[in-house]
């Protein structure tokens, strides 16, 4: 009788049965979603896993691979960033810090040959980048970041894609990338006035780069485009194509990273075909026009805004525009409202008419970058065919110049 009583008593003291609320899963989202102006919390299609909508009856569905999650918390929690003797902060963009961090993944064996190389200590480093302090620690904020890791994972294979070393939660170590292309390719803002451009006379590209540079990076460029959007298990979409996401590795490799923003495009099983998607309208001058488009879709034009991998061809002409001359787009223009608005309408950035007596390839690169600005995305040259057409200008101007 005692040990019942006693048994009663301690049963008393757990905790009871969890009371399901009726608006548990909205308590749930609110933990990582601020309301929005319409009071109600979205978790958007795009961020959601795609066993999450299998029982649903979608056309259009993801790949299994999407969302993959393959942290590696432990190794990124021993990195101590106090050591000032080897670790240190290099610099930073919008979302995120970037570290330099030791490269404990390279055995004995390995360091030893490291020091026989001219640039062991760089190749002995890499860089951790993880969200800037004032970042929300919400859903949004996570799934980017594992769009990021998991695409780098994915085309681990690429040796034009930056390497990726670890992942954990708003973390990803990659790859030291010591040289940002945009630096050498656009001087100062990228910004001036067409009489300040003092080429009056004879044409002046703004940056000093040989027609051969270019042409080898533009080349370099849309292969590694080309990876993202001929990936064997699905079309992967950058989404963010603009110069500055290709870097230099310290021995001087071109690579292509930063994709949080990546979209993997569904798929109709049903049509045999890619579905299109739509994240709602876009800023900046780099844009493509159905991107601009999202904001004047209604009931009378629902189609537009919709998007595929053409965005990425769109935003690649920009960027070998910006290689070509060493000016943005729209260089005149400071307000990038502007360009959006032209853009759309169908107005393109002025490209002197003088490039296309430049040289072969010079003419070329101005034949891929009016391609790459065709207003309809279903008629836009594709990346491959950039890649094509680029490929025979390098072999025929190599064969002219042996």
Not at 9 to 16: E, G, Q, V
Not at 29 to 58: A, C, L, M, R
Not at 114 to 134: C, D, H, I, T, V
Not at 312 to 328: E, F, K, Q, R
Request: charged share 30%.
């Amino acid at each position: 009788a005692a040990a019942a009583a006693a048994a009663a008593a301690a049963a008393s003291k757990l905790a009871p049965k969890r009371q399901i609320h009726p608006n548990d899963a909205w308590l749930a989202f609110s933990h990582w979603y601020n309301e929005t102006d319409k009071g109600y919390v979205h978790i958007h299609s795009y961020e959601q896993w795609p066993e999450d909508v299998e029982d649903e009856k979608h056309t259009c569905q993801y790949p299994n691979w999407v969302k993959e999650y393959h942290p590696l918390c432990n190794d990124l929690h021993e990195m101590s960033l106090l050591d000032r003797s080897d670790k240190h902060y290099v610099s930073h963009g919008t979302f995120r810090d970037v570290w330099l961090v030791d490269h404990s993944s390279f055995s004995k064996q390995e360091q030893e040959e490291q020091q026989q190389q001219q640039q062991q200590q760089n190749l002995k480093q890499s860089a951790l980048k993880m969200s800037r302090w004032y970042m929300d620690y919400v859903q949004g904020t996570y799934m980017a970041i594992l769009n990021d890791a998991m695409v780098m994972e994915r085309l681990a294979f690429s040796p034009r894609i930056v390497d990726i070393y670890g992942h954990c939660g708003t973390s990803v170590w990659v790859e030291p990338m010591p040289y940002d292309i945009q630096d050498t390719v656009i001087r100062g803002d990228g910004l001036s006035k067409q009489k300040d451009l003092d080429d009056e006379k004879e044409l002046r590209p703004q940056n000093d780069y040989s027609i051969e540079e270019k042409l080898d990076l533009a080349l370099g460029m849309a292969e590694s485009l080309a990876d993202l959007h001929g990936f064997r298990d699905g079309v992967i979409v950058h989404d963010d194509v603009q110069v500055a996401q290709w870097l230099k590795t310290p021995d001087q490799r071109l690579k292509f990273g930063d994709f949080n923003r990546a979209m993997v495009l569904k798929y109709d099983s049903k049509h045999d075909e890619y579905c299109e998607y739509s994240t709602g309208g876009r800023g900046w001058r780099f844009r493509s026009p159905e991107e601009y488009a999202r904001k004047y879709a209604d009931d009378n034009n629902p189609d537009l805004g919709w998007m595929d991998e053409k965005i990425d061809v769109y935003s690649y002409g920009n960027g070998i525009y910006a290689l070509l001359t060493g000016l943005w787009p729209f260089y005149e223009i400071d307000d990038d409202s502007v360009p959006r608005e032209m853009v759309y309408n169908g107005t393109r950035p002025f490209l002197d008419p003088r490039w296309k007596e430049q040289g072969y390839v010079a003419s070329k690169l101005v034949e891929v970058i009016e391609q790459c600005w065709t207003h309809n995305a279903t008629e836009r040259i594709s990346i491959f065919n950039v890649v094509k057409q680029l490929r025979e200008v390098k072999k025929e101007h190599t064969s002219n110049n042996s």
